[in-house]
């Protein structure tokens, strides 16, 4: 009983992990190269809500020096992590012009049409 | 002078990093090339300055913006990362000559500034991982190297060069994210991003804390071992070698992999090794026995491999096993053959995937049954491949052997039989698949087709020369890679509890 009631207390970190797995799965299990992105972004995507979810305080507020204010949020893991999403953007958009690129060179999309007509050439 | 002194650690950074951002503005091919070549010839006289003060005075540390650590950035520049600070930059000015025109042949028209721009942004990343002291910038310049390698890679001439781009950049973000999570652990723990906060913080946070800290170090470990190509973690490694531009590859090959690998040294031996007794945990026999399997493994494929490229590849990956292997384990010689073969091992490659990309000028081919008796029609070439390939062997006189003594008398000093038997196992596999390329080139007779070729240009000739000749020097000469080594090794052991 105690270990459910430490899953559900620490529901944000069950979250982030099941987001984690099911990202890493879709890279590893799927065979279109699109699809591998979303996961790859999913993945990347739960390493924000890892940084993020520590620094809310309940009953906090926003990060603003004024002697009325004593609790507030951490400031620093969202902006370290408004990096990371610049870098989560560029790598997808790197990745999808990649895969415009093997579209037209191959004709195709999927993982193992590509390897075939390789082995074909 | 007196001015820019103190700021040299920044500008080591700034410098490229506006030299991609003008050298894409320029979009003609020469102005970018010559703005690159500049850039690339001042890096390494910032990188040598940065040197030779951290030996005269000691470790630099530089706040950006001048927000004191540890809440703003610091760039904390010891001997360790100002080693390789100057090989990195080493490697870029050599190199240089050697891309205007095999960059021309491969990457085609229109797309050379751009291409440029690609190189020099790399730069920056791969400079900016070796100056910070700041866990979470690490990430960011982590990504800026990646992202544009990425691009590299994919400008190669065949269109399998896009897949492994495509491949490369699926195992390089999950690397890098792997990193960001061990780091994310770390800043919940001890609240700090800065390096030497870290170390200073993670001691007293193990009693409470210690299965975070220990998921924090397999995160970092797995997420660097992918950027570097530990065995098993090399599957990236031998396509995007193969596929990339030629001159792309002697870049990467010299530079990306040994930044890693910097990366590696700096949170086993400055952050984790200070703050806790990592002999408590298995994971120097881990990567002990992971190396071990590289310097075999990756070896023996090496030997069947048909194409000369992919063959440089796998012996990378069995090369960089001999370097992580210094790291596990861990006494003063071992650390020291380590680093000394991050020096050696890097120019030996950038010879050998010049040579392949000069042959590849004038041939049109890597395919080694095509290669048949091109030693006699490009003859300085091929001797510049031999010279750095017996490098890559161990024979005595070479830098490879300088390395490999170092490695063999750490192993045999932690009386360890096995890794000093798979050393000279390994080296003994290296001289069968060097053998079998240099007996190709020179004992066959060559192919009509191949009756016009010659060296290459005197550009592309040069770069290829002085590493060749740096193989031989440094295994004459070790005071600058093993006396500078040593003295990193003694100070990153020294701090180790």
Known sequence: MSALAELVGRYNYVITIFLMMAGLYIVVARGNLVKKLIGLSIFQTSVYLLYIEPGKIVGGTAPIIDPAFTVYSNPLPHVLILTAI???????????????????????????????????? | ??????????????????????????????????????????????????????????????????????????????VLNALVLVLVTAVGAVIMPFARLSV????????????YCMYLLCLTGLLGITVTGDAFNAFVFLEISSLSSYVLIALGHDRRALLSSFQYLIMGTIGATFYVIGIGLLYLVTGTLNMADLAARLGPAWAEHSRAIVAALAFVTVGISLKLGLFPLHVWLPNAYAYAPSWVTAFLAGTATKVAIYLLVRFYFSIFGIAIDLRLLPIADVIIVLSLAAMLIAS????????????????S??????????IGLANQAALTGALVHVVNHALMKAALFLAAGAIFYRAHTTELKELAGIGRRMPLTIAAFTIAGLGLVGTPGTSGFISKWYLMVGALGAGQWIPAFVIVASSLIALIYVGRVLEIVWMREPSAQMAAVGDPPLSMLLPLVVLSLATIYLGIDTEWTAGIASMASTILLGGLR
């Not at chain 2, 001048?66 to 904390?76: K, L, M, N, Q, V």
């Not at chain 2, 023996?300 to 194409?307: M, Q, S, W």
């Open chain 1, 86 to 121: 610049v870098v989560g953007v560029a790598t997808l958009a790197l990745g999808l012009a990649l895969v415009v690129r093997i579209n037209e060179a191959y004709g195709t999309t999927e993982e193992d049409e590509i390897l075939g007509k390789d082995r074909e050439a």
């Open chain 2, 317 to 326: 990956v069995a090369q960089i096993g001999y370097i992580t292997l210094g």
């Open chain 2, 104 to 115: 021309a042949f491969e990457v085609g028209e229109g797309r050379e500034a751009w291409f």
């Open chain 2, 300 to 315: 023996l494929v090496a030997v069947f491999e048909a194409n000369l490229k992919r063959l440089l590849a796998y012996s």
């Open chain 2, 1 to 78: 002078m007196s001015a820019v002194w103190p700021h040299l650690p920044v500008l080591q950074v700034l410098i490229p990093l506006f030299g991609a951002l003008l050298a894409g503005l320029l979009r003609r091919p020469t102005p970018a090339y010559v703005l690159a070549t500049a850039v690339s010839w001042v890096a390494p006289l910032i990188a040598g300055a940065l040197l030779w003060q951290v030996v005269q005075t000691g470790p630099i540390s530089y706040h950006i913006g001048g927000w004191a650590p540890p809440w703003g950035i610091e760039y904390r520049i010891d």
